[in-house]
């Protein structure tokens, strides 16, 4: 068996590089577009849905609050709600009509190979890694070889068994290339680790650094908002309060928050984390969907967001209510909130006592108001 010795310098070659237009997911529509359709449907669709779910009165074991509180505790009107959150879509849509780009991208077998070619360059540490820990990479090359040939090759650095049975060692490598022999194709190991890294390690990779820039930039601003007086002011007090919050006013706030959080900081988020185009549509939906059922009114305890936020309805519902507005700033993790010490957890004692009151001032209210008596207690800021 000829050994064919791997060096940096010898790699396959790769697939020609042709950046070309990919095919629209959805025919006749721009996949540029479709960035911020999809989630403007999906935050429609799935709202509409609990909007449904609560004039059915499903699942109103899971409820956040009472059909007392949605009359009695809210400032602003359904319609007032729709209308804002109407406006931010349709100008948010406006924004991405006017920054969409089409990619120019080479084929999936070329960025395939790419990753392959990295795969074998790394393999060139593992003889010195194993060296230093006081494995002999040679000796378990050989005891391995006949059961895994591919992980032979791994242990040896990149040593690869050639067709015939000639010997080449690594003084006869420059020789070999400059006749023309063959170098070493990617073996099925290499395209699998490569295939794996292509199209699931470096997009979840990519997805968690984007989650991660959009969940400090969401705090950070958030918290600004809040903790600056001008500006709680000029943003806040000139919206109606929504203190039981309606699945499709996840995107009930003024127009500077919605500049700020989500116009400018969300996408840039998202271009530094490297998602492509289908990636920060998927990112964006995915989020919409987040976003929506924070504001749900439903704790239900399955709910795959509880992953990332346990109780995550309660724990913003939370940051709804008078008494709870400097807290619990984030909407995505609540890493910051715990880590800056403005976390509160919505089914501890002292919160629970707190809705326990408004729910119970709520009914009062109504109930007076039924009975044409009026009422000296105002649930407003429970």
Known sequence: ?????????????????????????VPHLRDSYLAFILPAVTYWV????????????????????????YLKRNRASKADVIKVALFQQVCQCL???????????????????????RVRLARCVVPGLLSVLGIDSTRLAKAV?????????????????????????????????????????????????????????VPTLKFFVALILADTWQYVTHRILHANKFLYIFNFDNVKQVYVSYAYGAFYNHPIEAIVVDMLGFPVCLATAG????????????WTIKIVMDHCGYDFPY?????????????????????????????????????????????????QQRYARGRASAEKELMLEKHGKPSDVSVMEL
């Open 1 to 25: 068996m000829s050994k064919i010795s791997f060096v940096p310098s010898d790699l396959p070659q790769l697939p020609p590089y042709i950046p070309t237009l990919k095919p629209s997911i």
């Open 95 to 117: 924004l991405g009509a006017l920054i969409a780009k089409d990619e120019l991208s080479p084929s999936a077998e070329y960025d395939v190979a790419v990753w392959a070619r």
């Open 275 to 286: 998602l492509n185009t289908n990636e920060s549509t998927l990112f964006a939906t995915m």
């Open 145 to 201: 070889s006949g059961i895994s040939p591919s992980f032979g090759a791994i242990l040896l650095g990149g040593v690869y068994v050639g067709p015939s049975n000639i010997t080449v060692d690594v003084a006869a490598e420059s020789s070999l290339k400059m006749s023309g022999e063959r170098v070493a194709p990617f073996d099925q190991g290499e395209m699998i680790v490569a295939e794996l890294l292509y199209y699931v390690l």
């Open 303 to 351: 709910s795959p967001w509880n992953l990332l936020t346990p109780h995550a309805p309660l724990f913003h519902d939370l940051h709804h209510q008078s008494w709870g507005m400097k807290h619990n700033f984030s909407n995505y993790t609540p890493f910051w909130d715990w880590a800056l010490g403005t976390i509160w957890r919505g089914d501890d004692g002292p919160a």
């Open 46 to 69: 799935v709202s509409l849905t609990f909007h449904y779910i609560d004039v059915k009165g499903y699942c109103s074991n899971y409820r956040l609050h009472t059909p007392a509180e």
